[in-house]
């Protein structure tokens, strides 16, 4: 597209949370990005709400990107997740849904402004000529045009003194990883990153059964998905409190399991008998299938055709996803029954998108002549990596720089015990870094009951950055009301 202005809906509202209310402004419009070292310019989409009447410079400002290889817009994490407006699951039938629209009280909004981005050829977002969409396919192109427009953003509004945050979901944090790198680079380090469902690069969906010391290989996250989901229905562990049968799977998997696992590939080999035992002990699954794990992993590495039978529940609608019913996993964002999983009780992404446009234009009073792009995933380079050297170096470079991973019990994608495993690595500072985990699937915001707990963490995690000694030391959170941390000696 040619040069665009940068004309922006600007509408002004009040939101209610803990008791108070608040005055905010929405701006939804367009920046141009402004190349810094010689790249492509994109017009980029965006909505900002932020916090009227308050000291700016001391106020983050927190930007928010979907993954998906680059591929999702930031609608998810803005109208389903954290802005001070939220759509709702569905009131009406699967035939004629209602998704009611209205305040939410877990917005973030009261600790930071808050900024949704598209990436260019997503959404609104679209390359200016000569450029071309494809310009920005590469993790490398796609991270410049957000640290162009971040710097942008921040001088526009005249909040250069303001504390940045960046909020990347699933693919997104590899994404918040190299920006972070750039945004070092150039005199604006963040100051905090929350990764949500992080992708890692390490130890994560192709739990790869095979032997190699010079990579992260482990299929260790699966065992903890399959003992949290049977506990969840009740399988296993009957008596005993979520959070302490899921403390005792993890301490058993990182102490026994992953040690032993690592010198079964290596040496090609099965697991000892007492460990089969446990293992289906923990999990519910036949112990004649462990008996092959890990040289032979795919007995237990699909949902669909595995876990379920496995497991003894009832799969007999696997097919009728759409319709918000059925007692198959609903898909690798969520290993729970269709029934069970929120993003069924919302609409699927092409109708999403269509709502979310309308919301635009009835609420924020923003309308575009251009349909609201659907995500597609970008086939450019760097898009699979492992990020935990990347963040070696940001922590490096940065020392205020602290990290906040959330994570579902129930996310095939991007498995809790991996992003617990990654952030654990001896090169990241341990007492930057906090790791946490909630009921829920990959978009684990979505969870009505973990929506207040992991707000919290976020305020406590927004709270230690405005402290006076930038140092917080990691901390434990009760695991019954707002997650639980993990973090390996």
């Given at each position: 597209?040619p040069?665009?202005?940068?004309?922006?809906?600007v509408?002004?509202?009040?939101w209610?949370?803990?008791?108070?209310?608040?005055?905010?402004?929405?701006?939804t419009?367009?920046?141009?990005t402004?190349?810094?070292?010689g790249?492509n310019?994109a017009?980029m989409?965006?909505?900002?709400?932020t916090?009227?009447g308050?000291?700016?410079?001391q106020?983050?400002?927190?930007f928010?990107?979907?993954?998906?290889?680059?591929g999702i817009?930031?609608v998810?994490?803005n109208?389903?997740g954290?802005?001070?407006?939220?759509?709702r699951a569905?009131?009406g039938t699967?035939?004629?849904?209602v998704?009611?629209?209205g305040?939410?009280?877990?917005s973030?909004?009261?600790k930071s402004d808050?900024v949704?981005i598209d990436?260019?050829g997503?959404?609104f977002?679209?390359a200016?000529?000569?450029a071309?969409?494809?310009?920005?396919?590469?993790l490398?192109s796609?991270?410049?045009?957000?640290?162009d427009f971040?710097?942008?953003?921040m001088?526009?509004?005249h909040r250069t003194d303001?504390?940045?945050y960046?909020y990347?979901e699933?693919?997104?944090a590899?994404r918040?990883?190299v920006?972070?790198?750039?945004l070092n680079?150039?005199?604006m380090?963040?100051?905090?990153?929350?990764l949500?469902s992080p992708a890692?690069?390490r130890?994560?969906?192709?739990c790869?059964?095979?032997y190699d010391?010079e990579?992260?290989?482990s299929?260790?996250?699966?065992v903890?998905?399959?003992?949290?989901?049977s506990?969840y229905?009740?399988?296993v562990g009957?008596?005993?409190?979520q959070?302490?049968f899921?403390?005792?799977?993890?301490k058993f998997?990182?102490?026994?399991y992953?040690?032993?696992e690592?010198?079964?590939l290596k040496?090609?080999?099965l697991l000892?008998?007492?460990t089969i035992?446990?293992?289906?002990e923990y999990t519910g699954?036949?112990k004649?299938?462990?008996q092959?794990v890990p040289v032979?992993?795919?007995?237990v590495?699909?949902?669909?055709?595995k876990w379920?039978?496995?497991?003894?529940l009832?799969?007999?609608?696997f097919n009728?996803r759409?319709?918000?019913?059925g007692?198959c996993p609903?898909t690798?964002?969520?290993?729970?029954?269709?029934q069970?999983?929120?993003?069924a009780?919302?609409?699927?992404?092409?109708?999403?998108?269509?709502y979310a446009?309308n919301?635009?234009?009835?609420?924020?009073g923003?309308?575009s002549?251009?349909?609201?792009?659907?995500?597609?995933q970008k086939s450019?380079?760097?898009?699979?990596?492992d990020?935990?050297?990347v963040?070696?170096?940001?922590?490096k470079?940065?020392?205020?720089?602290?990290i906040?991973?959330?994570s579902g019990?129930y996310?095939e994608?991007?498995p809790?015990?991996?992003?617990?495993?990654a952030?654990?690595?001896k090169s990241?500072?341990?007492?930057r870094?906090?790791t946490?985990?909630f009921?829920?699937?990959h978009q684990t915001y979505?969870?009505e009951?973990s929506?207040?707990?992991?707000?919290?963490?976020?305020?406590r995690f927004?709270?230690a950055?405005?402290?006076?000694n930038?140092n917080h030391?990691f901390?434990?959170?009760?695991f019954?009301?707002a997650?639980?941390?993990?973090?390996?000696?």
């Amino acid at each position: 597209m040619p040069p665009v202005k940068e004309a922006a809906a600007v509408v002004h509202r009040q939101w209610t949370t803990q008791g108070k209310t608040l005055s905010y402004t929405t701006t939804t419009g367009h920046l141009t990005t402004q190349p810094l070292t010689g790249g492509n310019a994109a017009s980029m989409f965006y909505v900002a709400y932020t916090l009227n009447g308050e000291q700016t410079a001391q106020r983050p400002v927190t930007f928010f990107f979907n993954g998906s290889i680059g591929g999702i817009p930031a609608v998810f994490l803005n109208i389903l997740g954290w802005a001070p407006i939220r759509m709702r699951a569905n009131t009406g039938t699967p035939a004629h849904p209602v998704y009611p629209v209205g305040p939410s009280p877990d917005s973030l909004l009261d600790k930071s402004d808050l900024v949704f981005i598209d990436p260019p050829g997503i959404g609104f977002s679209e390359a200016i000529a000569p450029a071309k969409n494809r310009d920005f396919n590469s993790l490398d192109s796609d991270a410049s045009a957000f640290r162009d427009f971040i710097s942008h953003y921040m001088a526009v509004n005249h909040r250069t003194d303001s504390p940045v945050y960046l909020y990347g979901e699933s693919d997104g944090a590899g994404r918040a990883a190299v920006l972070t790198r750039k945004l070092n680079a150039i005199g604006m380090p963040p100051a905090g990153a929350i990764l949500n469902s992080p992708a890692t690069g390490r130890y994560e969906i192709s739990c790869t059964p095979k032997y190699d010391p010079e990579r992260f290989y482990s299929c260790a996250a699966r065992v903890l998905m399959a003992a949290a989901v049977s506990h969840y229905y009740g399988l296993v562990g009957k008596g005993i409190p979520q959070s302490q049968f899921m403390n005792d799977v993890m301490k058993f998997t990182h102490d026994v399991y992953l040690p032993q696992e690592a010198e079964a590939l290596k040496k090609q080999t099965l697991l000892p008998d007492e460990t089969i035992t446990r293992l289906a002990e923990y999990t519910g699954f036949d112990k004649k299938q462990w008996q092959k794990v890990p040289v032979y992993w795919d007995v237990v590495a699909s949902p669909v055709d595995k876990w379920i039978s496995l497991a003894h529940l009832d799969c007999t609608d696997f097919n009728n996803r759409n319709e918000g019913t059925g007692d198959c996993p609903s898909t690798g964002y969520d290993w729970r029954k269709i029934q069970d999983e929120p993003s069924a009780h919302l609409p699927q992404m092409k109708n999403l998108y269509r709502y979310a446009q309308n919301i635009y234009a009835s609420l924020l009073g923003y309308s575009s002549v251009s349909d609201y792009a659907l995500g597609t995933q970008k086939s450019g380079e760097g898009w699979r990596f492992d990020t935990v050297p990347v963040w070696a170096d940001a922590m490096k470079d940065n020392k205020k720089l602290r990290i906040l991973t959330i994570s579902g019990y129930y996310d095939e994608m991007a498995p809790f015990y991996s992003a617990m495993l990654a952030f654990s690595d001896k090169s990241l500072d341990a007492s930057r870094i906090w790791t946490t985990v909630f009921e829920g699937g990959h978009q684990t915001y979505l969870t009505e009951q973990s929506r207040p707990g992991i707000r919290a963490v976020i305020d406590r995690f927004y709270d230690a950055g405005a402290a006076a000694n930038s140092n917080h030391k990691f901390f434990q959170i009760p695991f019954e009301s707002a997650g639980v941390t993990f973090r390996s000696e």
